[in-house]
DNA sequence: CATGAATGAGGTTTCATTCAT
DNA sequence: TATGAATGAAACCTCATTCAT
């Protein structure tokens, strides 16, 4: 990666012919793969095009330089996930906690686990410097949300919700990216979701003040 | 960083003259100020070595390679807030889970936050490549250790010792990690704590059956 | 050059546009110079790129390493000799050892002498460890082409021809690697013609019985 | 070796005391060894220092650089070999060839063999910027003094004497080079010597006029 | 005299990006 | 639009040599 400085990052053109966004997916698709076979530090633009079948000056064609590609990338991933999770988030809203809870963790974990390769892969990506502040945008709106989320419950109330919304977002990731990150079994990810709810749980379950 | 393959990743030499410690030192800190400064990605061994005053070749008698270099940083992080862990849970160890939490967590914290910095550009370092396997293992020995210690609990047993220690050490670390690679403010990390506690202890009070 | 370690040394593309072939020939033509002007020492990727009016992106482009530039103009070389030599044993087969022997030396003198610079810059070229191998495994088959073409004299026999083919090949080539080494003049070069078929015609006619 | 320009090749400082006179012999032993197992591109003074068992400014005390260690070295063995072959001329001049050459055949090949790797491994030093103008110049020394030893041949008469020389130098050491650095079996040695004879003496013989 | 830490020019190689075809 | 040859800055690392101790 060149010179960050500012550029711009988003994707260079909106492909609209069918053709177009075969190309793009097959670019999506290969960066995944190259990632997974040789990590982070040996992508490079040239070994993606040459994965997705296409020449590097046709890579350049749709992203307009190799943060981009990656930002890309880390997008789609983290709005599959966040769109998933948001739906289930309003199909439980104002219920009691020991129902909301449950059914988001269970839709994360599944969302999560469903592209465990993918998952993995991108929390590599996740420390670069183009991806950085994506994640964080996208973690601060997370939050935000999972407040007004909370907030709903309709068997507790919190003092400090926004702490609250954090302990509970951030002890969410953090089994879930060493389990997804050590490669965990499938049978180790079951348990794993258990427990996530019993962590979670027990945590709000102690902050919260009864309705 | 070239071709990572299994090379030699120790220390070169061990400084015997007392020139060569300070220079060690020098590298030592170089390596931070540079990681915070300029980030992983631009971080390079001449910039290291005139950050540390002293010329690539100096640097490179000391490490034989950059990993070698990031690898040694990472190292030495660890085995100071370890060792000051290792410390406190000798202190409280065979006492209620009460007294325990709260003092291992309060210990964590107080270490990770002690030299913010550092902790905070070290996560961007535990992803390379060399450094990964040492915070592998590094982590499987801290989770079995922490098995060894919630198993002392005066009042607590647990069914599956092993994925308890699991989550309670990443439900610790997520957060924590979140939040230093944040920038929280002081006012956070200290109710940070507080919420760490109220977590894990949730977490565990749930888990446990009555010894 | 680095580390010489069990690189590929083949090299890295078969152009397949004019312009690539173009640039290949001068790389080719900018290593003999280089090597001419400057030396083995003296020879670096980046003055053979200079020297061809390419840079040395390009260069990498076509050759792995320095290695293989090197291993690739020895080869090319070798080879055109190589088949002249053999052009012409073939077509004094089976004749009387004083008509077959000439022969061979004047084929090999005219080629060896025919591009002088191009073979005298190469003896140190030979040396490299990359191109030790495949010199050796030229001279094997060369002296192995040499025994057979050896025992189709008509007028002799010899006992132990292995031992023969491989005095006579070094015959050859010991006077000629130290004449065109050492910067032989044109007068000197065709006396040494007549005395290099005296050297091999004398030793041959000793060691042949009659047949 | 960094820049090879016009710098003094001699040896910095003749040793007078016994101890420097083990320095410089563990040096040079070292020299060869390091040749050996690591060949031309890989010997550095601090490998040769080390291997000697002392420091790198020790060397640097007894040879002003690189270049002139390996000057050093080559000359110490052509003197070696020289002072050998030297005293059979004298002992066999004013006799018949075929007492002649035999016996300064068997010299060089015995003196030659009796330490093949030294000998193997310099062939490699001999074609060094530095080393260069040493081997010509004792060639063509080597050279004079034999035409003057072939013309005291009882038996014969040579018309370009020096021609002869020249053709009987390179005879022998073209078939010996390639023997020594391809690592021959000391009963291929033995067999050597015998060819070696019979090609030197077919062609004296038949450039030979009677006396 | 000996030591070995320090120097820094210079070598090899990679790779994001451009642009003529 | 697609291609892929070409670019060249910049990274990593080595090693001959010096000089304070």
Known sequence: MARPAAIALKARKQPRQARSQATVDAIFEATIQVLLGEGLQRLTTIRVAERAGVSV????????NKQALLFGVMQRHMERVGAAVEKTMAAVEHTPLATMIPAVIASLVREKTSSIDESRVLYAVS?????????RAAEKYARAR???FLATATDARFDDIEMTAYMFFSA???PLRVAL???ASSKMLSS????????????LEREARPR
Chains 1, 2, 3, 4 share one sequence.
């Open 146 to 148: 999972i407040a007004e």
């Open 181 to 183: 990150e050590g490669g």
């Open 172 to 174: 969410l990731n953090g």
């Open 127 to 135: 420390n670069e410097l183009g991806a950085r502040d994506l994640v």
């Open 57 to 64: 000056g046709t890579l350049y064609q749709y992203y307009p």
């Open 192 to 203: 794993l979701r258990d427990h996530l709810t019993s962590l979670c749980l027990g945590y």
